[in-house]
């Protein structure tokens, strides 16, 4: 697998502008590709619409700026959606970075898109959704807070919990309708500790890289849904008939996908027509 | 020999240690588990302040480049002051200080982000530089790769929906398959490793002498 | 109204990005304070954590938690040649409780979950394709395993097996490569877009321009 | 007070160490006995890559992954540490210099020790260099070092997480040849696509054996090879019985 001598003659860095030109095109003006909603988005999506109203939803934080947009987009879709239904939401982070990334969201970012302003949705704090901020110790927290959703005993702000009717509500994980939590890892141990132990349902927001692993586990009934990497969260954005960063950023992303493959392609006949013309 | 010695306590650490991790995962008995959760939380303090070996070794070898005036001393006084600069104000204060916080967020975080963004190019050159068809193992792994990038990019299952029928197969069926087979493995390999270690016959990591073996 | 945080940003993507051209002086420095801050912030964060978890107890009368302190104390020790040798206690201990959770991790979640999950009926219900998508899984996994067999060579007829475990091996790396890929590139393009559409842009333009220039200079050398 | 769920695991376990003992104890420190181990192209290229790079008077580069040693990925460092000492050997035998770059502080002592004792044993030990067993808190930063120094070999064997693409596409630039060896799955692809040779999953682990033809080694590699055997047994009974309807044993898996 080692490099050519005809395809080592030619500079990879013109590769590196070709990418840079390529996908500097649609962030300037949007093209709007086409694409085809998965059934697994699909799927998720269905299953909060399908949620009675005044059902209780635990959103979780649990990915890290570093995924970028990746799941930053993944975030304020859900996010914007269960403000749109009857629902009440709680926001929680189980990784460190939460806070940083639920300021970020509300306040817009290049990692999440445009603000989401609550009360647009005629939405109020403390009634209709509350943030409890990090709670650390991952599979820990998973397990106490499942057991006690008062673990925090006051919100992210420092008022006590008591005075918040939304958490009147919810008191344990028998209160919960719904888990989302969008992370970078522990998925396995998520499962364990909501779905194994409380039949509590739960959508995953997860990275390209985590996603194949997972796809067992919808198969086996032990997730509700998922949304994969940028993909997900733009058709998500479709669904919910507001196309955002996520669906801007599918357009780079599409064209980049397709570099590679040309690429590919190109590197392949290069190094062959290089081959047989040194034979001759 | 001081070292000698040193050695055997260390294997005997290993040894003692290692298998009281293994057994601790199969019984239930609160009071080995609370030990073993114990060492595991004493070791997360051990191996966190290995770190300063790591501040020593960079303070060591960029105070003699800078007294050498070597190559790079420059930007080797530029390394000790993001150590020392930092590590000052973290001890003191918190990693809250808010210059420490500043630093973190809009110095830090961007060259991070934009250092792992770096990878996007390198999956472009790569896929030009080592994806050749050149036998079958070397197609499996092409025509396996393109159809993945293919069903990934939305575009291209709009205009051929069996773009995503041939990927969601590779993806769950034709690749989960060699996935299990190369875990068992690594996994067989882990536990003969791990034995070897803990039974003191893979000591590589002390730095063994093995005399002039060739 | 330009953004001093999106200034600093652009810098700081467009100094890394630069190595792509060649590695140069803002590459250089950057990369030199991404590792030295990262160094003084492990042993903050390290140091933290070691209040918090052994000092605290200590104070409140645990003494058995100054163990991992004192401990640590070799690493301290390990610049000096007659105290160096030290480290190998510490190294233990810490070796042993990763070397532990490996063995229970590998026997348990990856031999019995994954032999376990090779050994479905053939015969499933519903259309073909399931029983041919188990039959693959299993022979997949099959001669994947086998392919890791060194020392005793696989001879007449099933000799070919380890061959097809290579191809299936492939197949992981192509699928994964592109897989991860996906992921990668969009990372990539979060980064591009603030490079694009902040104040960071005018960093990016400048950039351009530095490279260029350098490019048609290091052309003009080169003629003559 | 056993955990029920994991008896099973407990039992497998059981065996494997057994089989594996018996193989060190006797075959491999009773009797001496070395087997013979199929060829592993990755290992077979270092005397060539070391020997590219005094050819070419540029140094090597070699680092043994980002895994910490209190994570279940640590065996797998070790492993790259055996295989540093062979390849820091073959350094001092031929008067290459060799770069060891570690991400995790309590790898970086190990790192310089096997490097020192591997110049010590060679007679050579004058021609240390300590700095050349850098820190590098991000692994990531060797792609500059890699094109400052325009190192000939780059040798990426151990547990890797992201770094492993950028380390690979680091060293092709710089015009080095590149040995990789992996056996965290999801870096698999970029090593083995990226790479000039690579030592893929398990094979990281009998590396060492490989080289040594140290008898106890080469005797947990046979041992490891009997309980392989056993895994594909199993599958392949397991699969059957399910097939003629007694899905038993598939039950006590799951």
Known sequence: MSSGTAISRIDVRYLFLALLIVSAIPIMSPMGLPMVVSPLTKKSFNFIEGLPAGSVVILDAQHSTGYGPELGTQYAAVFKHLLARPLKVVLVAFGAEGPQLYAMTLEGSTISGPPIDPNRYGKKYGTDYVWLGYIPGTVTAFAAFASNSWLTKTDAAGTALEQLPIMQNCKTVKDWALVVSVSGGQFEQMIAQWYSAYKTPIIFGAPGVSAPRLYSYIDAGQLTGMLVSIGGAAEYELLLKGPALAVSLMDVLNLAQILVVVAMIAGNAIHFIGRSKEKK | ?214 | MISVEYVLFGLCAVAIWSLLYRENLAYRIAEYFYVGFTAANLLVQAWESALKIAWTPVTKGNHLWILPLILSIPFVLFFHRKTRSLYMIPIAVVVSVGTGLAMRGAIHADIVGQVGASMKSLIQPGPWDNSFNTAVLTIGSFATLSYFLFTKEVKGALSKVPRVGRLFIMAVVGAAYANTGTGRLANYSGILLNLLKTDAVYIAAGALVVIAVDILRRRAKKKP | MLVGARMLALGLLVVCLGILTYMIIVQGERKRKVYSIRRLAAMDACEEAVGRAVEMGRPIHYTPGTAQLTMAEAPQTIAALSILEYVARLAAKYNARIITTSQYPEVYPLCVEVVREAYLSSGKADQFREEDVVYLPQLKAAAGLMQRERVAANFMIGAFWHESLVLAEAGAAAGAINIGGVATMHQLPFMVACCDYCLIGEELFAASAYITKDPVATSTIVGQDYIKAVSLGLIVLGTLLSTVGMPQLWNLFR
Not at chain 2, 123 to 146: E, H, N, P, Q, Y
Not at chain 2, 191 to 205: D, H, V
């Open chain 2, 1 to 214: 020999m001081a070292r000698f010695q040193l050695r055997s306590v260390a294997l005997t650490i290993t040894f003692v240690l290692g298998f009281l991790m293994i057994v601790e995962y199969f019984i239930s008995f609160k009071s080995i588990n609370d030990l073993a959760a114990n060492i595991r939380d004493a070791a997360t303090v051990i191996i966190g302040l290995a770190s300063i070996v790591g501040v020593g070794n960079i303070t060591r070898n960029h105070l003699r480049n800078i007294s050498r005036r070597g190559d790079n001393w420059i930007p080797s006084i530029i390394m000790l002051v993001s150590v020392w600069i930092p590590l000052v104000i973290g001890l003191l204060g918190t990693q809250n200080h808010p210059i420490y916080r500043y630093v973190f967020v809009n110095l830090f975080n961007p060259v991070g982000n934009a250092f792992f963004a770096v990878l996007g190019f390198y999956i472009l050159s790569g896929a030009w530089r080592a994806f050749r068809v050149k036998s079958l193992d070397g197609t499996v792994m092409v025509l396996c790769a393109a159809l993945i990038f293919l069903k990934n990019a939305p575009v291209a299952g709009y205009l051929w929906s069996g773009f995503n029928d041939i990927g969601a197969w590779i993806m769950n069926v034709f690749q989960a398959a060699g996935y299990r087979g190369i875990i068992i493995g690594v996994a067989i390999g882990s536990i003969t490793t791990g034995l070897r270690i803990l039974l003191g016959r893979e000591t590589g990591y002390l730095a063994e002498r093995r005399g002039g073996q060739e």
